[in-house]
Every structure is written in C-alpha cells, then in structure tokens.
Nanobody, 125 residues
Framework: QVQLVESGGGLVQAGGSLRLSCAASGRTFSVNVMGWFRQAPGKEREFVAAITWSGRSTYYADAVKGRFTISRDNARNTVYLQMNSLKPDDTAVYFC??????????????????WGQGTRVTVSS
C-alpha cells in the first residue's frame, strides 16, 4: 500500500500562486507515475498533471499548460504542483494520485491505484 497526503491548498486571489505538496509513504518503490487531479463542485474529477517517478517525463492538461509545473523530490518522496497565474476556474479540490503501472494513459482516474484525501484550492476573482 501507498499512502498519499496532500497539503498547500488555500484561498488565493486571481493571478496569485500556490504550491501543493503530496507526501508519499509506504511501498513507494512500487510507484511509477504520480499525478494531480482536481474536482470542482458538480463536476467530474479531471486530470491536471502527471510525472514519472524518474522525473524524466511530465504531462499536463491543456487548461493548465504554461501555468502549472509538476515536480518531484525523490529523497523526500514528495511531488509538488506549482500553480501560477491562478484563475477562478482553477477552484477545486486537488487530489494526488499514484500508480504502479509504468505504461498506459496518465489522464484517466481509473489508471491510478492510490489516492490522497484532497486539498481545497479557492481562487477569488
């Protein structure tokens, strides 16, 4: 099992920045991909960004490309999501996810094995 704990959410004005963290523990050696998803009220959970455990490959949703950056610190077993130029549409609960499979799509929730509890991000206009 892998446990994921997110932190860093909060209230920010439009145009501001936040950095989310996801600390992984447990059988982290089995993890190959980690991702961030978000879920706004009344909407389905959607893909935001993903990174391979090596950090060599990163993936982004079109809606956040150029504004968000995913990174990892293997020594700390932590993945980060730096969010800049935030918009009210970015308001959501952000979830960290991890999976064992190295191959396959990274944008589907069903392709991940472990999930955190989420951290709320609110962007005011």
């Amino acid at each position: 099992q892998v446990q994921l704990v997110e932190s860093g959410g909060g209230l920010v004005q439009a145009g501001g920045s936040l950095r989310l963290s996801c600390a992984a523990s447990g059988r982290t050696f089995s993890v190959n991909v980690m991702g961030w998803f978000r879920q706004a009220p009344g909407k389905e959970r959607e893909f935001v960004a993903a990174i391979t455990w090596s950090g060599r490959s990163t993936y982004y949703a079109d809606a956040v490309k150029g504004r968000f950056t995913i990174s990892r610190d293997n020594a700390r077993n932590t993945v980060y999501l730096q969010m800049n130029s935030l918009k009210p549409d970015d308001t959501a609960v952000y979830f960290c996810a991890a999976r064992n499979a190295a191959q396959g799509t990274v944008v589907m929730t069903s392709s991940y094995d472990y999930w955190g509890q989420g951290t709320r991000v609110t962007v005011s206009s």
